[in-house]
């Protein structure tokens, strides 16, 4: 079973990956985006069949080594 784990900044912690990409789009011409924020996905192909049990594992994981969950937020999403 396949979980993916998107890690983002939580909302008002600096985001300078994000800043960096918003700057050079607009500087290639892309004047409608207003905002950018950077994270990550993390792609974990698990032995657990029981989705419940899957999603419950990554969202430990997530928790424990994943996310910094001081500026962190995270979703599991189990496909």
Do not use: Y
Request: charged fraction near 25%.
């Amino acid at each position: 079973m396949k979980a993916l784990v998107t890690v983002m900044p939580k909302a008002g912690v600096l985001d300078p990956q994000g800043k960096a990409i918003g700057h050079a789009l607009s500087s290639l011409g892309f004047a409608g985006v207003a905002d950018v924020r950077a994270g990550k996905v993390i792609e974990l192909e698990l032995a657990e069949t029981d989705p419940a049990k899957a999603k419950a594992a990554a969202e430990e994981m997530a928790r424990k080594l994943l996310a910094n969950t001081v500026i962190e937020s995270f979703r599991v999403e189990v496909v």
